[in-house]
């Protein structure tokens, strides 16, 4: 039998949001419709809670403030003399939609609960902690990266990473920002045993409960002029994510199948690269899903982030040398592997081990931090690798590197040639990439509401995939990387470049964000002999 959902017609809400605008108007205040029409510090009353729930349409604030979606009923006056019996002098009345107060009194709730949860009272739960959740709640809900805290003299700035782009959040003062701070490594982090000291670089993981979600945070400080500087970055949200492949991700047919390819050799290294935060880890994570489930998998990885049933996940503590990288993954080697994931290659300890793995027989799936494919040589090379050794071609095998590029929002982007900013530089882009590509291209709009009004629709993988022939095995022995680009050039291999122009050409990329994953895109900068 169909549920009957009890519904209130269109005509009575369009009556109630003309009341509610008519008391606000009169009370010469605004409707409250969001946290943000609220002083952060001010939650739910508890002594009042209960009753608030049982009304359905007010909600009393610890600073007895009454919020209520009908202010001019009689319950408000039921309210003022409830909060006058428990010797509470009651504050101003303000109208407030609906909505609000229902989010009002759920964040109340789960409040209450990760608090039993966690074994904390009402009173031991502090401010600042509070403060902390609901800044890493909002982070999340907007699908933030990083959260930049900025504690100097005289204030605290608040930005946060969104697509990549630093964004402003919030100014407080420098006694909240210390505060946070020192209540997030102090009271929140795994090991809460060191203290935060502002004069020294730090770093923490941090867990924490939040809408009933296991969060995790890595946490970074270090001293700066009048002040520190902390990083938060999100690892995980607790929401099951589902993994996303590589084509979802921003991976063209033919590097996938090169990829499927190498996923399937018997032995080897695949080694993806990019900067930080290029999202090097989800792509290694799809990869782990073309594994066998006939194939043993170890992973080693700093710290666990996602469980993934069919590995055996070993996670690394870099404090302590006997728990590091390279000790965990030669420990794995002795587990009768087929499969091992290296979760990064920091130092030459790692990179040995990941050479002897691939030598002896094992599938080897790494990190790296480099800027092109090419480089990852150059970079191993570096590490205390031998040429000839890379060049062996049971170890280097399929060589990724990767960035990321904002997306428009496909629901407000205009067209490159009707956008005012980009008038300036269409001239330089048509002597490059053709008037064609130019007069298809779309630009970032003034956002809507599918976009949050960022204009922005996500972010895409930029990619160079190179499968590693015997050509290219002479050219990685004499270290020779400007050789090896133009024979791959010559044999239809794409770089960073190659793929930004298709991104631009198939309206998926505003030229400026391009740009900014390959440089300037103008004749200057791709001449092969600068001009001065
Ligand atoms: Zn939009």
Same mark, same amino acid.
């Given at each position: 039998?169909?549920?009957?959902?009890?519904?209130?017609?269109?005509?009575?809400?369009?009556?109630?949001?003309?009341?509610?605008?008519?008391?606000?108007?009169?009370?010469?205040?605004?409707?409250?419709?969001?946290?943000?029409?609220?002083?952060?510090?001010?939650?739910?009353?508890?002594?009042?809670?209960?009753?608030?729930?049982?009304?359905?349409?007010?909600?009393?604030?610890?600073?007895?403030?009454?919020?209520?979606?009908?202010?001019?009923?009689?319950?408000? $006056?039921?309210?003022?003399?409830?909060?006058?019996?428990?010797?509470?002098?009651?504050?101003?009345?303000?109208?407030?939609?609906?909505?609000?107060?229902?989010?009002?009194?759920?964040?109340?709730?789960?409040?209450?609960?990760?608090?039993?949860?966690?074994?904390?009272?009402?009173?031991?739960?502090?401010?600042?902690?509070?403060?902390?959740?609901?800044?890493?709640?909002?982070?999340?809900?907007?699908?933030?990266?990083?959260?930049?805290?900025?504690?100097?003299?005289?204030?605290?700035?608040?930005?946060?990473?969104?697509?990549?782009?630093?964004?402003?959040?919030?100014?407080?003062?420098?006694?909240?920002?210390?505060?946070?701070?020192?209540?997030?490594?102090?009271?929140?982090?795994?090991?809460?045993?060191?203290?935060?000291?502002?004069?020294?670089?730090?770093d923490?993981?941090?867990?924490?409960?939040?809408?009933?979600?296991?969060?995790?945070?890595?946490?970074?400080?270090?001293?700066?002029?009048?002040?520190?500087?902390?990083?938060?970055?999100?690892?995980?949200?607790?929401?099951?994510?589902?993994?996303?492949?590589?084509?979802?991700?921003?991976?063209?047919?033919?590097?996938?199948?090169?990829?499927?390819?190498?996923?399937?050799?018997?032995?080897?290294a695949?080694i993806?690269a990019?900067?930080t935060?290029?999202?090097k880890?989800?792509?290694?994570?799809?990869?782990?899903?073309?594994? !066998?489930?006939?194939?043993?998998?170890?992973?080693i990885e700093d710290?666990?982030?996602?469980?993934? !049933?069919?590995?055996?996940?070993?996670?690394v503590n870099t404090e302590k040398e006997d728990r590091s990288f390279a000790m965990m993954g030669r420990a794995a080697?002795?587990?009768?592997?087929?499969?091992i994931?290296l979760g990064e290659m920091r130092d030459e300890d790692t990179a040995s081990v990941m050479v002897r793995a691939?030598?002896?027989?094992?599938?080897v799936?790494t990190t790296l931090h480099t800027?092109?494919?090419?480089?990852i040589v150059t970079r191993l090379v570096d590490m205390g690798i031998s040429?000839?050794l890379l060049?062996?071609?049971?170890?280097?095998?399929?060589?990724?590197?990767?960035?990321?590029?904002?997306?428009?929002?496909?629901?407000?982007?205009?067209?490159?040639?009707?956008?005012?900013?980009?008038?300036?530089?269409?001239?330089?882009?048509?002597?490059?990439?053709?008037?064609?590509?130019?007069?298809?291209?779309?630009?970032?709009?003034?956002?809507?509401?599918?976009?949050?009004?960022?204009?922005?629709?996500?972010?895409?993988?930029?990619?160079?995939?190179?499968?590693?022939?015997?050509?290219?095995?002479?050219?990685?022995?004499?270290?020779?990387?400007?050789?090896?680009?133009?024979?791959?050039?010559?044999?239809?291999?794409?770089?960073?470049?190659?793929?930004?122009?298709?991104?631009? $050409?198939?309206?998926?990329?505003?030229?400026?964000?391009?740009?900014?994953?390959?440089?300037?895109?103008?004749?200057?900068?791709?001449?092969?002999?600068?001009?001065?």
């Amino acid at each position: 039998m169909a549920e009957i959902v009890p519904d209130i017609s269109t005509e009575q809400q369009d009556i109630r949001q003309t009341k509610l605008a008519q008391y606000a108007a009169a009370t010469r205040t605004k409707v409250l419709a969001s946290p943000s029409d609220l002083d952060a510090k001010d939650k739910v009353m508890q002594e009042m809670a209960a009753w608030c729930r049982e009304q359905g349409n007010i909600v009393v604030l610890k600073s007895a403030t009454i919020l209520s979606s009908d202010p001019t009923s009689r319950n408000i $006056q039921n309210c003022k003399s409830l909060l006058l019996s428990k010797g509470i002098h009651p504050g101003h009345v303000y109208a407030a939609k609906q909505s609000f107060l229902d989010l009002l009194m759920d964040s109340s709730d789960e409040e209450n609960v990760s608090k039993r949860q966690k074994g904390e009272t009402t009173a031991t739960f502090s401010d600042q902690q509070r403060h902390l959740r609901d800044l890493v709640g909002e982070a999340i809900k907007q699908d933030v990266s990083d959260i930049h805290i900025q504690v100097r003299q005289t204030y605290t700035r608040i930005r946060m990473r969104q697509h990549g782009e630093l964004k402003i959040y919030a100014e407080w003062s420098e006694k909240l920002g210390r505060e946070i701070a020192s209540v997030a490594f102090n009271k929140e982090t795994d090991h809460a045993t060191s203290h935060f000291n502002p004069m020294l670089p730090q770093d923490a993981s941090m867990p924490l409960k939040i809408r009933g979600n296991e969060v995790r945070l890595r946490l970074a400080s270090v001293p700066a002029h009048g002040g520190f500087d902390m990083v938060m970055r999100i690892l995980a949200t607790g929401e099951e994510r589902k993994g996303k492949t590589l084509d979802e991700l921003g991976y063209t047919d033919r590097q996938i199948e090169i990829i499927k390819m190498s996923m399937r050799l018997p032995f080897g290294a695949i080694i993806v690269a990019g900067p930080t935060g290029s999202g090097k880890t989800t792509t290694l994570a799809s990869c782990m899903e073309m594994v !066998e489930p006939t194939a043993k998998l170890y992973s080693i990885e700093d710290p666990v982030e996602k469980v993934v !049933e069919a590995a055996t996940q070993v996670p690394v503590n870099t404090e302590k040398e006997d728990r590091s990288f390279a000790m965990m993954g030669r420990a794995a080697l002795r587990m009768d592997p087929d499969v091992i994931i290296l979760g990064e290659m920091r130092d030459e300890d790692t990179a040995s081990v990941m050479v002897r793995a691939s030598i002896t027989g094992h599938l080897v799936l790494t990190t790296l931090h480099t800027n092109r494919a090419t480089a990852i040589v150059t970079r191993l090379v570096d590490m205390g690798i031998s040429p000839d050794l890379l060049g062996d071609s049971s170890v280097l095998r399929c060589l990724m590197c990767q960035r990321l590029a904002v997306k428009v929002c496909p629901s407000c982007a205009v067209a490159v040639v009707d956008s005012p900013r980009h008038q300036k530089y269409i001239a330089a882009w048509e002597e490059v990439l053709g008037k064609e590509v130019i007069a298809r291209a779309k630009a970032r709009g003034n956002g809507c509401e599918k976009c949050g009004r960022s204009g922005v629709g996500g972010r895409v993988v930029v990619a160079e995939v190179i499968w590693v022939d015997d050509e290219g095995r002479q050219f990685i022995q004499k270290c020779d990387t400007l050789g090896w680009e133009r024979y791959l050039k010559e044999n239809g291999w794409l770089d960073f470049r190659d793929r930004a122009i298709d991104l631009i $050409q198939a309206g998926i990329c505003d030229p400026f964000d391009a740009e900014k994953v390959v440089g300037p895109i103008n004749p200057s900068t791709l001449a092969k002999v600068f001009k001065y």
